[in-house]
């Protein structure tokens, strides 16, 4: 609390520029775009100031169609949240501010393919959301004015000449085309290799393959609708998703929520992270040919998604939240379902823990590789457990924290390595963790109803979460009658997706799997 | 007599290109010339055929000594063999020849045809003066070519380089040649050779040295043979043909005909041979893989056939040291086979390099791609070319390099432990260097003419001329003969092994491999033995070296032969073609290349040479040793572009040039003070010493 | 020096014994709202956001390809039955029989993922595990639909991806069939159709079976298989009370 009026001091004085406290810990201060690249500069550098989302939204009154820009930050030594806001007049161009702030790189190129809206000083423009081959140039299908049901067809005759970016300049180089369609059952997306062969000397990736328009087609539905895009867009990390976007929700109708549904809100999200955690771990031993490790992960993974199903219905936590609480209570039997089985899985995961960590040839095959190293980590704002793996100790259930972990803040593993190793340590660390907090929620549950009525205003708020991946912000704009007018899903997967670019860098081709599957980033997260 | 009638025409040709008009001129010059090589063809074919030695020319020059010529059947191959090179490759020159001013393309047809004179003079020297005279003659004339177009500096350097490395190695042979001289008592070249037997072996050691590396320079042979890539991939594309296709084998020839007598004498020459030739060849196939220009690429791979025919012959005496002259014989015939093999399709493949930069204007392989579809022709003859060079069968290369590999083999019967090591290794590195030849070979043929253009000038490739696909027709179909006529040749080359070895491995009969061993039961080997004579009477009517004997009436194979592994190639074929027949299902269907679902295979993203040898360079990265920089250009915390350049200084290079050209370097300027000349003046100084040390020995001797 | 092995023998037999042996266990399916004659039916059918339910003139039925497991008809005074099965391929109406004796033990299938969110991926990705374990069935996942028999494709069908399932069907060697898993391969889903996404599998290439489910569990997907060789069979789409 003190840092918010900390800063919004600093913000006067040094820089002359007011803010409105519009809540505990949230500043909100209006700016001129020309201000934008050097107060973001001093934000990241003088506060250490933590790059949350930008978000665009066509003002809907204007005649001329205003675009309204939201840069959110945060400040993770005291938990204040900061709201930019610039109003974009037509034809009117932003600075760019990642050059600084390498984190909002991809946001503004997201910006600029969705909104046209223009961004000076940004090298790499273009082709990103919408590819070249398969979108008219110039259509920004996020404005109002686009029409949502129909691809707007591409000329034939302006055929699609795209070629593959290339930065290295090497004779005889080539940009080795990873994808779409690959391995067994991998997401779909580009990974382009440029390389004289054998190492890969930079990685361009093209993602957005599997883009749904989820913010756009989120439009004009109910809020309840909008609920369901929001835990389908990416099922892996859907209960976290849907809470963020629940808490949204609830901040704009004002509903407290049940503290027995806090819990469980918390107990699922933690399984979640459990879950998904154990299927990276999986995908880590399937990468590197440990067959009878990856069968022992994905054993583990299996029975926590029935342990779901038991406990509320469905194995990926579809259609358990609701703004207000959940659809339903956990009986006591569940609970005592859950409290005896999650330590025999616990117990699992511990052993096949030490039995990777004492495989030498597994270690050699993930130490030192796709490595990000804590100035890149912190260059491109990495979150979540790969954030900490390159030794950046942020949580939101830390430093913003929400539901029930205002009172049971979760301890963070931190590693300094970066490398694959590191990474592998983080989620089993995760897992033993949210296990702890799982238990000892269950042990002191709350009791009551988990569900409150949740009335609808007309209003706009952003909501986080900590997501198995990471830091996400969700925002939401809605209308009196429950129609929503602005979805924006600020994932964690777009963050460190990003980042992984420059993870790949001087390993050899038959790595790179294995560096991706350490990773553990999920695409459609990131598609949206 | 032809010499004179085919020394004319080399004369006249030039000569015609005097006369006014663009083409027609040289319409005439080409005729006359090639009607010259036409001849020298036939007279090569009679000497090979002729008396073990005839006469040419004897003038007994006062002071210096004898200077005569003498036809040879050794010497009557290589003039064969040049005098192909040429004809095939003339077309080319002349057409090359049309940009020049009348009085240029005069000069530069002449000094082809001084090449030419010279290089069969120089296989008919049979005195030390004759010998060193036409030697630095086509040296002088080589080098006229290396930089005849001396528009870029580039060939200039390269020009100095060979020139300077040629000399170093004349200096060297010559020195060995006054050595032996001076030992002997005589100039001639076969007195020396009878005196032989009765020198020190120390002498004989260090002479026989002294001629191999300072001679074999001229083809190659570690450590000097940096110059070779620079001189031959900078050469007007029209001469590298001559250059890789035929000068190389006078370096061949010299070393074999000083040191053939004096390998059999002294046995650890014919070793040092061996191995300088299987590690040539290793050191020659890695430097081509990492090359991106097709002409220092094949310049490299000269390097590597170059090793691999010099370690035939190095075998071949070294069998014959240890009293097995009918081994020595095969491994010679692989060496002298590998020669022949070399020239053709290494002028093929030069040739085709040629014509593609006619086409596309670019010798660079990273910058080709897909030529296959714009250049058919040329492209199936290039594809021919890399096929036999690779050692595929039905293809000639296949036939030296097995028949060598084989014979490698029989070391055992040689009882000397380190001899068999050597053996060994060398066979072992021999057969890297043809696996590293595949590849590299694979990866020439791929990215110049399979794949995707990569860049407009291969999408855009023009017709090939005429001048170039015809002789690569024809050098094909060469190709193809040496290789399937293997059984018919063989014989031919053991008569010519005969003299250097001592027995002609076809005309005696060579005991068979494992025989008389004790742990295979007489019963087994002679039942084996009675099988294989069996096959060996019904596939091959032509008795070659593959024959073997069990006893005198029942001959058995032991060996590849090359016309029974075309038969049972062709059966194999004709088995698989049935089978696939059988198993065809009625509805073949052509479908789309799955590319893992891109909209669209753009040129970038399929291989490059770069790329396709990539393996090999991270195996070989200690031993190529590539210097790399990066630099990064950025703008904030973006990455804007990222260069690497990476330069692979050649080992010779870093172990023995560098010092050698530093001290060099260090005379030369010091003489630079005292003569401000040409650096072709030079050249001329080191004959005129060359000339007057001769004359000092001849006086010694008198 | 590596136990794994013996880890992995020490661990025993996991794998299930369907399809040979009915598979109950607890949670190894979400299960699906069945059909009820039920009283008030346009209650029950306004539950679901999808539309999947149907009133009828005996109750309310169940259209499975619709069915986003949401589970909002699961509760409350007006609540379906809830089935837990597995067998819930459909056919998608090209009526090309199954692949047939050749295929029943040696199945190979290329997976795309047209735009599927991470549920899908991972019962798939569960396929090989050693629960489920579809290589015990004779059926195989390839790198190249060159070598496939069978496409299996996931998600809405996003515009970007239509290329590439476009592509791979036709690099796939006859016979070939295609089978559409989860609820956004038959219509989008809860995505629909829309200017991102083309919604429905049959718009691009022609579809044999489709196996509904939001995600569909992985013996459903074994289900599916299964049925394009016949050794299981379709069940209805829309089952009437
Ligand atoms: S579970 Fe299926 S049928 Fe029931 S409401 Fe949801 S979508 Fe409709
Ligand atoms: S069907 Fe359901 S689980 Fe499958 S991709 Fe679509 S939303 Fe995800």
Redesign the interface.
């Known amino acids: 609390m003190s840092t918010c009026t900390q800063i919004q001091d600093w913000l006067g004085v040094q820089t002359g520029i007011s803010s409105q406290a519009v809540a505990a810990q949230w500043l909100q201060l209006q700016i001129q775009a020309s201000r934008l690249p050097e107060l973001t500069a001093a934000l990241v550098r003088d506060w250490q100031a933590e790059f949350a989302t930008l978000l665009v939204e066509e003002e809907e009154s204007a005649v001329d169609a205003c675009l309204a820009v939201y840069y959110f930050f945060y400040l993770p030594r005291n938990g204040c949240l900061l709201e930019i806001q610039i109003r974009v007049q037509p034809g009117e161009e932003l600075p760019a501010i ?3 702030v ?1 984190a909002a ?1 991809w946001h503004e190129r997201e910006a600029e393919d969705l909104f046209g809206l223009r961004f000076t000083g940004h ?2 423009l273009g082709d990103f959301v919408l ?1 070249d ?2 979108w008219p140039e110039g259509v920004a ?1 996020m404005r109002h004015s ?7 067809k591409v000329q034939k005759d302006s055929d ?1 000449e ?3 970016p ?23 997306g ?1 990974w ?1 290799l440029e ?5 890969i ?2 990685l361009h990736t093209r993602l ?7 913010e ?2 989120a439009e004009g539905q109910t809020l ?2 909008a609920l ?2 929001v835990e ?7 209960f976290a998703h849907a809470w963020a976007y629940c808490q949204a929700v609830e901040r704009i109708g004002g509903c407290k929520v049940p503290a027995r549904a806090q819990d469980l809100r918390l107990i699922f999200a933690e399984l979640e992270r459990i879950r998904h955690h154990a ?1 990276n771990i ?2 880590i031993s399937g990468s590197t040919a ?4 990856k ?2 992960a ?2 583990i ?2 029975d926590l ?6 406990l509320c ?4 936590f ?3 939240l609701t703004p207000g609480g959940l ?2 209570d956990l009986d006591p039997w569940r609970q005592n379902l859950l409290a005896e089985t999650l330590p025999s899985l616990d117990a699992r995961l511990h052993e096949l823990e030490h ?1 990777l960590k004492n ?1 030498s ?1 597994f270690l050699d095959r993930i130490e030192e590789m796709g490595t990000l190293s804590p100035e890149l980590a912190q ?2 704002g990495v979150v979540g457990p790969i954030a900490r793996a390159s030794g950046r100790a942020i949580d939101l259930r830390l430093t913003l924290p929400y539901g029930a972990y205002a009172t049971l803040a979760p301890t963070v593993p931190i590693a300094q390595e970066g490398d694959g190793y590191a990474r592998l340590r983080i989620f089993f660390s995760e897992i033993h963790i949210s296990a702890e907090l799982i238990l000892k929620t269950l042990h002191q549950i709350s009791a009551g109803p988990v569900h409150t009525p949740c009335p609808t205003f007309e209003g706009r708020a952003l909501a986080w979460v900590e997501a198995p991946s990471g830091a996400t912000f969700h925002w939401v704009h809605c209308d009196a009658a429950g129609m929503v007018l602005r979805l924006r899903l600020g994932t964690p997967g777009f963050r460190n997706w990003h980042a992984f670019e420059r993870a790949v860098e001087n390993a050899a081709f038959q790595d790179f799997p294995i560096i991706l599957a350490t990773w553990g980033l ?4 990131n ?1 949206r | 007599m032809l010499y004179v009638l085919a020394y004319l025409l080399f004369a006249s040709g030039p000569l015609l290109a005097l006369l006014p008009g663009r083409r027609i001129p040289l319409i005439f010059a080409w005729i006359t010339m090639t009607a010259g090589c036409v001849l020298m063809i036939v007279q090569g074919a009679l000497a090979v055929g002729g008396p073990v030695e005839q006469s040419l020319i004897r003038w007994a020059l006062p002071i210096i000594g004898t200077f005569d010529f003498v036809q040879t059947p050794l010497g009557g191959l290589l003039i064969l063999i040049t005098a192909v090179v040429f004809a095939t490759a003339l077309p080319f020159v002349t057409r090359d020849a049309t940009v020049f001013s009348t009085g240029r393309r005069t000069l530069f047809l002449a000094i082809v045809m001084l090449t030419l004179v010279s290089m069969i003079g120089f296989f008919s020297a049979s005195t030390i003066v004759s010998f060193i005279f036409s030697w630095e003659l086509a040296a002088l004339a080589i080098w006229g070519l290396i930089t005849f177009e001396t528009r870029h500096s580039k060939p200039v350097a390269a020009g100095l380089l060979t020139m300077a490395l040629s000399e170093l190695g004349s200096l060297v042979g010559l020195a060995s040649l006054l050595l032996l001289a001076g030992a002997a008592g005589t100039t001639q070249l076969n007195g020396i050779a009878a005196a032989i037997p009765h020198l020190s072996p120390m002498l004989l050691l260090i002479t026989g040295l002294l001629a191999f590396f300072g001679f074999g320079m001229k083809a190659g042979i570690v450590p000097l043979n940096v110059w070779l890539p620079a001189a031959h991939g900078t050469a007007p594309r029209s001469i590298s043909p001559i250059l890789s296709g035929a000068t190389l084998n006078l370096g061949l020839y010299a070393f074999l005909r000083i040191d053939a007598p004096i390998a059999l004498h002294q046995p650890d020459l014919g070793l040092v041979i061996l191995a300088s030739g299987a590690l040539t060849a290793l050191i020659g196939i890695l430097y081509a893989l990492v090359e991106r220009d097709m002409k220092r690429l094949l310049a490299q791979s000269s390097v590597e056939n170059m090793g691999i025919a010099t370690a035939g012959i190095g075998a071949g005496l070294t069998f014959a040291a240890y009293g097995h002259p009918l081994l020595g014989g095969i491994s010679m015939v692989a060496g002298l086979y590998h020669m022949i093999n070399h020239s053709t399709f290494k002028t093929l493949l030069f040739l085709g390099a040629g014509g593609i930069e006619v086409a596309t204007g670019t010798h660079n392989l990273d910058q080709l791609g897909g030529l296959m579809r714009r250049l058919p022709v040329l492209g199936g003859f290039f594809l021919a070319g890399a096929f036999a060079i690779a050692a595929l069968p039905p293809f000639n290369g296949f036939v030296s390099e097995w028949l060598l590999l084989e014979s490698l083999l029989r070391v055992v019967e040689i009882p000397v432990v380190p001899v068999r090591i050597a053996f060994a290794i060398s066979g072992a590195v021999l057969a890297l260097t043809s696996g590293l030849a595949l590849t590299c070979f694979i990866m020439l043929s791929g990215s110049a003419l399979m794949g995707l253009p990569r860049t407009a000038q291969a999408a855009g490739a023009r017709r090939a001329p005429h001048s170039v696909v015809i002789p690569m027709g024809i050098l094909t179909l060469l190709s193809l003969l040496l290789g399937l006529a293997a059984t018919v040749i063989i014989p031919v080359l053991g008569r010519l092994a005969a003299p250097l070895v001592g027995a002609d491995p076809t005309a005696t009969l060579v005991p068979a491999f494992f025989h008389n061993t004790s742990r295979i039961p007489r019963a087994v080997q002679q039942a084996l033995d009675a099988i294989g004579a069996h096959v060996g009477a019904v596939f091959m009517p032509v008795r070659s070296l593959i024959v073997m004997h069990l006893d005198s009436t029942a001959p058995v194979v032991y060996a590849m032969s090359a016309a029974l592994t075309g038969v049972v190639l062709a059966l194999m074929l004709g088995g698989v073609w049935l089978v696939a027949r059988g198993l065809r299902r009625r509805r073949s269907s052509r479908n789309i290349l799955w590319d893992a679902g891109l909209a669209r295979l753009r040129p970038e993203m399929t291989y490059t040479a770069t790329t396709f040898v990539a393996p090999v360079r991270v195996i070989f990265a200690g031993f190529f040793h590539p210097h790399i920089e990066v630099e990064e250009e950025r703008q904030g915390a973006f990455v804007l572009t990222r260069s690497y350049r990476g330069v692979i200084a050649n080992i010779s290079d870093r172990a023995v040039l560098s010092p050698i050209i530093g001290g060099a370097m260090a005379i030369a300027t010091l003489l630079a003070r005292m003569h401000k000349g040409r650096m072709n003046t030079y050249a001329g100084y080191i004959l005129l010493a060359m000339v007057l040390l001769l004359v000092i020995v001849a006086a010694g001797r008198g | 020096m590596s136990f794994w092995p013996y880890f992995g023998l020490k661990r025993g037999i996991k794998t299930t014994s369907w399809p040979s042996a009915k598979e109950q266990s607890p949670g190894i399916t979400p299960g699906r709202p069945r059909s009820a004659s039920n009283a008030s039916s346009n209650a029950t059918t306004q539950l679901c956001p999808t539309g999947a339910l149907h009133p009828v003139e005996t109750g309310v039925s169940v259209d499975l390809t619709h069915c986003i497991h949401c589970q909002r008809c699961r509760q409350g005074p007006h609540a379906l039955p809830w089935e837990d099965d597995v067998a819930w391929t459909v056919n998608a109406g090209t009526a090309l029989s199954p692949l047939g004796y050749r295929f029943r033990r040696s199945l190979h299938v290329r997976y795309i993922d047209a735009g599927a969110c991470g549920a899908c991926i991972n019962e798939a990705r569960l396929l090989d595990a050693p629960v489920y374990n579809l290589h015990r069935l004779g059926i195989f996942i390839t790198a190249s639909p060159r070598d496939a028999d069978v496409l299996l494709v996931a998600g809405p069908i996003t515009n970007a991806m239509c290329t590439a399932v476009r592509k791979a069907y036709s690099a796939m060697p006859h016979p070939k069939r295609v089978v559409g898993m989860g609820v956004c391969a038959i219509n989008g889903g809860i995505f629909g159709e829309n200017f991102a996404c083309v919604g429905g599998l049959q718009k691009i290439v022609p579809v044999d079976l489709w196996i509904p489910g939001c995600p569909p569990p992985p013996l459903a997907i074994l289900h599916g298989l299964l049925a394009v060789v016949g050794r299981t069979q379709c069940t209805t789409a829309e089952e009437l009370p």
Do not use: C
């Open positions: 990642s050059e600084t390498h790189d090298p790499f590819h081959d398969n299908p686009f029409d949502g049901l129909h691809h707007p699609t795209w070629s593959p290339q930065i290295l300049r090497e004779e005889g180089a080539i940009v080795f085309p990873v994808g779409p369609v690959w391995g067994d059952f991998h997401e779909s580009l382009m390389t004289p062969g054998e190492q000397r930079y957005f393959y599997k883009y749904r328009g989820v756009k087609i309840d609708r369901l895009l389908r867009f990416s099922g892996a990390a859907a299927a999986a995908e440990l067959a009878v490790a069968a022992m994905q054993d993974v299996e998604l029935r342990l779901s199903a038991r219905g469905h194995r990926y579809f259609g358990v659809h339903h039995l495989s040839s260059s491109y999920s695409v459609a997260e598609d």
